[in-house]
């Protein structure tokens, strides 16, 4: 899997938008951009994932660059209980044995 | 669908026991993996198994760690003798083409090993 490269932490206000960039400049050709979430004590939880057009779902956005060296998660309205670290993988898809690798991830903290 | 089950949630036990934790993945899902998460190495991959088979256990820590899965309900994580750097969460996931081959996990089991 393609090594990504996240900020260490961001802030974000309540009720703001909330864009976590990510960078995988040596991503294939074959594997798909994933984020997941933790949130504190609980088990990662799935985001969103994309190819090479943006994707967008009930959670989030996903901004895929044309050449998909980088993305961008957004989350159009933050709340306190997005506060969690953010996980941007790189994985093959297509068939279930594309496992994750997981990052230090971004520590992103929603405050009033 | 109740998602990834895992039991126990918590374990507190003494070095030298046997520990034992156990998964049960999604209805439909072929995938099942086990990750351990610890605050100095972040997530790590223990070992996958596909339809029951263990697939990849380059994770596996030692010959202490064992997983088994009988059947395509259920799997077990043991590790015996236990030692206290053993002490993580473990958390079991599940995928499958019913869901588009998403990897969802479940709720983890808190272990700690004095």
């Known amino acids: 899997d393609a090594k990504t490269t996240q900020p260490t932490s961001m802030d974000c206000a309540e009720g703001r938008a909330a864009n976590l960039p990510c960078n995988h400049s040596?991503?294939?050709?074959?594997?798909?951009v994933y984020w997941y979430r933790q949130i504190h004590s609980q088990g990662p939880q799935y985001i969103i994932h994309?190819?090479?057009n943006n994707e967008t779902n009930e959670m989030a956005s996903l901004i895929i660059t044309e050449d998909r060296k980088s993305s961008t998660l957004i989350l159009p309205h933050a709340t306190l209980r997005d506060t969690a670290v953010y996980y941007c993988?790189?994985?093959?898809?297509?068939?279930?044995?594309?496992?994750?690798?997981f990052g230090q991830g971004t520590i992103l903290t929603v405050h009033p | 669908d109740a998602g990834v089950i895992q039991s126990p949630r918590h374990e507190v036990t003494e070095m030298g026991q046997e520990v034992t934790l156990r998964c049960k993945p999604i209805?439909?899902?072929?995938?099942l993996f086990w990750y351990r998460q610890t605050m100095m190495r972040g997530l790590e991959l223990l070992i996958y198994f596909n339809n029951n088979v263990p697939i990849d256990d380059s994770g596996m820590p030692e010959d202490r760690f064992s997983a088994k899965m009988p059947n395509a309900s259920f799997s077990t994580l043991k590790i015996q003798p236990s030692e206290p750097r053993d002490s993580a969460v473990y958390f079991c996931a599940s995928s499958g083409i019913l869901t588009g081959n998403t990897i969802y996990f479940g709720e983890g089991s808190w272990l700690t090993v004095v």
């Open positions: 040596t991503i294939s050709g074959n594997e798909y």
């Open positions: 994309g190819l090479k």
């Open positions: 209805s439909g899902h072929d995938y």
């Open positions: 993988i790189v994985r093959v898809d297509g068939t279930s044995y594309g496992k994750l690798t």
